[in-house]
């Protein structure tokens, strides 16, 4: 595998490598690797200090923010308070000074008592406990060697985990599953202790050793997996259940949040009782020998671990599964599944996972079961828009921080004081989003305009007051001879090149503009004034805004034209209505007469562009006419509308994995959707019914896209009920 190493940012580090039940479904004793019988009990001094020293290196070369320690076993209070102490403050004293330090405990909780949770409290150890349900789950497999039942000194542990003082130590219960239980009898009693987090996993198993499957049962984990999911849900998921959140993060486009499924890169590396360095401990589920590396903390660094083949073979993402998994739309959420459960003899670890029929079941039934809102309409996304240039706004006060001065306080104090219905009126329009967007560059950029450009917010605090007839008087920068104040209009201050400071004084008529040389009045500021240039709606009431003025409407990569003259403005705005009135009597339902907003006119090309800015704005090419100018409206609107979706929406994951056949050739699953969503739209309108047929494998190979997330799949059955519409009406 080529590419750089991925950087352990967990460790497991093994301290005592017997345990005191006999749990007969435990990978480590019981399965094909034995190589725990040649382990020493007790993890060492030298293991513990060269760990310790390895660790900090480790992170210390990759800038590490902070790395996990898990200590385990066997069972790791075995190893008793005093070995403990000794782990914990040798992994402190090295690893704190340069990241850092989460460790954690994973153990079976029949030790546990008040010693063991001092010296957790004393370090912040976190603590998770294995308890599989109620009393007859946890019976079946959680036993001593005499056949004792264990539950009662678990249950001791989790009493004692929820007092106060030990409460923020308590990182949750993991349950193994096993179909002969009873789900909901074993969800109901973990969830009675009140943990934290609930982690349910597959037992593990390969296709040499598969799990056990009551005949006649397809799928019988995902059945006992979904009728938990469905007690969790009518519950009011009452606690975090990892493996659940997981597939509900990937289905909306979400990172895998377990190592069981999905296709982050692995990051975990064991160290062994006798300072050997494995790869993770389930993988000796498969064979003896399955997680060896012939590396041990004493002549090697993590780096080597980290760049082993069989560890690299689970950093490769999708790359790193097979063609049959490749190829599957569940891929993204189940990830292949877990790597150990995927191994065969003959073929080693590149199948499906012995599990795959459940997981798929897993995933659609979890899919099935979550609804899905309904896609934004036009008022929503211009809501959302407003959201974001909002946060963005924010983002940029925070980000100057103090570089602004007393004057950027000034300033902010003011806006602030306008802060209602005309400042989202301002904030709203599309090119603020081009403002906002080209000022926080220039500040990550350390750009000397950045601090000036930001004082652009005063032009729209001016605004604003003006929507709103308060009463303010907010000092404003003019340049280029121009005061903007937008969604309002231009006035003309003095000749090109020339810029200058000026008061906006807003009254109950209109505003005043105090400046060196005099005083405007513009006491409707919709109409035309000397020297005042108010924003257009040529094509009349409820028509677009020809935006020819904004300073920020340039962001289409295509150049705008200068401010169009009366009868040229007039002009397009009526060829622009009636391209309009053909779409709302042709396609009604996909014209969306509330969209766009905004037009602005460019100087050439052959078709709409959607630039660098908020939901609403359309670049144009003024020549357009008739059916042409139809036709691209209908086009800007549909990307219009899909860029905004993606500001508020995952549509897709993983783009670029794949590339799927349509009519414009393979393309990644981004173009092959905007297509789709664009050409349906267009062959609805004047296409035909041949034009419609064409894009049939287009929505087929959408429809199988593993890339899309459940609002993605959503849209793309929109797509779908669009063209049967235009097909049946043909």
């Not at 060269?50 to 320690?69: C, F, I, K, M, N």
């Not at 828009?385 to 100057?400: F, M, S, V, Y």
């Not at 050439?604 to 670049?619: E, S």
Request: glycine letters at 10%; one cysteine or more; a negative charge.
């Amino acid at each position: 595998m080529t590419g750089p190493l991925v950087p352990f940012r967990e460790i497991v580090l093994k301290v005592h490598s017997r345990c005191d039940l006999a749990c007969d479904h435990c990978y480590v004793y019981e399965a094909a690797d034995q190589s725990w019988r040649d382990q020493p009990m007790t993890v060492s001094d030298d293991v513990i200090s060269r760990t310790a020293r390895r660790l900090a290196e480790h992170a210390e070369t990759h800038g590490l923010p902070s790395v996990s320690v898990i200590l385990h076993g066997g069972e790791p209070l075995l190893a008793g308070v005093d070995r403990l102490r000794r782990v914990c403050a040798e992994l402190t004293a090295a690893v704190t000074p340069v990241a850092g330090l989460d460790l954690r405990i994973h153990t079976n909780g029949v030790l546990l008592g008040p010693r063991y949770l001092d010296l957790f409290e004393e370090f912040g150890v976190g603590v998770g406990i294995s308890l599989d349900g109620d009393r007859a789950a946890n019976d079946r497999h959680r036993r001593y060697a005499d056949g004792r039942s264990s539950h009662a000194q678990v249950l001791a542990a989790v009493e004692l985990l929820q007092q106060d003082r030990y409460r923020p130590l308590f990182l949750g219960l993991l349950c193994t599953v096993d179909v002969a239980n009873d789900p909901v009898a074993a969800h109901d009693a973990l969830v009675a202790l009140d943990p934290p987090r609930i982690d349910y996993l597959l037992p593990h198993a390969t296709w040499e050793a598969p799990p056990v499957r009551p005949e006649g049962a397809a799928t019988p984990y995902a059945d006992w997996l979904l009728a938990v999911f469905d007690r969790w849900e009518e519950q009011g998921r009452p606690v975090p259940v990892r493996l659940f959140e997981s597939v509900l993060s990937t289905l909306h486009g979400g990172p895998s949040l377990t190592e069981s499924l999905g296709l982050a890169p692995t990051d975990i590396v064991v160290v062994e009782t006798d300072g050997s360095l494995e790869q993770v401990d389930s993988l000796k589920s498969a064979y003896e020998g399955a997680a060896a590396t012939g590396f041990s903390v004493f002549q090697d660094d993590f780096d080597a671990v980290a760049a082993h083949p069989g560890v690299r073979a689970r950093q490769r993402g999708l790359a790193g599964v097979g063609d049959e998994c490749r190829r599957c739309p569940v891929v993204r959420s189940c990830g292949g599944g877990h790597y150990t459960h995927r191994y065969r003899a003959d073929r080693g670890f590149d199948n499906p996972s012995v599990y795959c029929a459940d997981l798929m079941a897993l995933v659609r039934g979890i899919e099935s079961r979550t609804p899905v809102p309904e896609l934004p309409g036009p008022d929503q996304l211009t809501l959302s828009a407003l959201e974001l240039n909002r946060t963005l706004l924010a983002r940029l006060h925070t980000e100057l921080d103090g570089r602004g001065g007393a004057e950027w306080a000034a300033l902010w104090e003011l806006t602030t004081a306008v802060d209602g219905a005309g400042l989202d009126t301002v904030l709203a329009h599309p090119y603020a989003r081009s403002w906002l967007l080209a000022t926080l560059g220039a500040l990550r950029e350390g750009r000397p305009e950045a601090v000036a450009t930001a004082g652009r917010l005063a032009a729209y605090t001016a605004a604003a007051a003006v929507h709103d007839g308060a009463e303010l008087t907010v000092p404003v920068r003019w340049l280029d001879g121009r005061l903007h104040l937008p969604t309002l209009g231009e006035l003309r201050l003095g000749g090109p090149g020339t810029a200058g400071r000026a008061e906006v004084v807003v009254g109950r008529s209109g505003f005043r503009v105090r400046h060196a040389t005099g005083e405007r009045h513009i006491a409707r500021p919709a109409e035309p004034a000397p020297d005042w240039h108010p924003v257009r709606r040529p094509g009349g009431r409820g028509a677009p805004v020809l935006e020819d003025l904004d300073p920020y409407r340039d962001c289409f990569g295509s150049p705008v034209l200068p401010r169009l003259g009366a009868r040229e403005a007039q002009a397009w705005g009526s060829r622009v209505a009636r391209a309009r009135e053909r779409l709302a009597a042709t396609v009604p339902r996909l014209a969306g007469t509330e969209a766009p907003t905004t037009l602005t006119p460019l100087a050439r090309g052959a078709g709409p562009v959607v630039g660098r800015h908020g939901f609403g704005a359309l670049g144009l090419p003024v020549g357009l006419a008739g059916e042409p100018l139809a036709v691209a409206l209908l086009r800007g609107l549909r990307r219009a509308t899909l860029r905004a979706l993606l500001d508020v929406a995952d549509l897709y994951d993983l783009d670029g994995a794949w590339r799927h056949p349509s009519p414009w050739g393979p393309l990644p699953v981004s173009r092959l959707l905007a297509e789709t969503y664009e050409g349906v739209a267009v062959a609805a309108y004047d296409g035909g019914a041949r034009a419609l047929a064409e894009l049939r494998p287009a929505l087929a190979a959408l429809e199988r896209a593993a890339e899309l997330t459940v609002t993605g799949k959503r849209l793309v059955a929109t797509v779908r009920q669009e063209w049967e519409e235009a097909s049946r009406d043909r």
